[in-house]
């Protein structure tokens, strides 16, 4: 699969990418991804790519051209036009399900806004898809972005290693992982569970079963539909 990320700051994204699973993802070709700066596409000359909003207010608005001329270049050397999605507090929340929607594109384009965003034509012209990551503010959809190009990475087959996909087959049916332990069996006078250390694969696979349903009621129950 292949990402194409359209930002100011393609260092900090590709930096972040680089490394870890995604990185070992990128040698293995199982995933390309390429951070293109806005910046190289501004026709002005001082490199200027943001100007004051129309009709006054605060801060500063990201300029249609050069993200236009960005796009351009990357779905003219591509010879295709893959979904763009704009990175925005003002999108649909992500979340995992739409993670296994992107996860079926062969190509996706990703544009990081900055300031008080982008100017809303650009949004008209070529953006399909406008995404955030929660109810919170961010100073720009970089950090956006490589949460979702990890989350979509990590279903791409052959991405994880057998142990990796093994952890993830534990955060199924919409439960929270178990409580996990490991030596030594004594720590600072606590001991791990009696139940653990017990041989009993049945017993041990209903005590974490038990467990993941309890975490989730406490902790998220709005991840369980069924409970009041
Ligand atoms: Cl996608 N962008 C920004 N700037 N802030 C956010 C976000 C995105 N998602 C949550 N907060």
């Keep these: ?3 194409y990320i359209m930002t ?8 972040g990418l680089t490394t870890s699973i995604t990185g070992r993802a990128m040698q293995k070709k199982l995933i390309q991804i390429e951070a293109v700066n806005i910046r190289d596409y501004t026709t002005e000359k001082h490199g200027q790519v943001d100007d004051y909003p129309y009709g006054g ?9 050069p993200i236009y001329r960005t796009w351009e270049a990357i779905t003219g050397r591509i010879g295709k036009r893959p979904r763009v999605v704009y990175m925005t507090p003002q999108g649909s929340v992500f979340h995992q399900g ?11 384009i990703i544009l990081c806004g900055h300031y008080e965003g982008v100017d809303e034509r650009i949004l008209d012209l070529i953006v399909t898809d406008q995404v955030s990551i929660g109810d ?5 959809g970089e950090l956006p972005a490589m949460v979702m190009v990890d989350c979509i990475s990590r279903l791409v087959p052959g991405v994880l290693n057998n142990q990796e996909s093994a952890e993830f087959e ?4 919409n439960l929270l992982e178990y409580p996990q332990y490991t030596r030594p069996e004594v720590f600072m006078g606590m001991r791990v569970p009696e139940v653990l ?11 974490r079963q038990e467990q993941s349903v309890k975490r989730t009621k406490e902790r998220r129950p709005d991840l369980f539909p069924g409970v009041e």
């Design 57 to 65: 207010g605060a801060g500063m608005v990201m300029q249609a051209e």
């Design 197 to 207: 250390l017990s041989g009993h694969h049945a017993r041990i696979d209903a005590w």
């Design 98 to 108: 739409m993670a296994q929607e992107f996860a079926k594109e062969e190509d996706l």
């Design 136 to 140: 919170y503010v961010l100073t720009g």
């Design 170 to 173: 534990s955060f199924h049916e």
């Design 1 to 3: 699969m292949n990402f």
């Design 8 to 15: 100011l700051f393609p260092d900090m994204v590709m930096q």
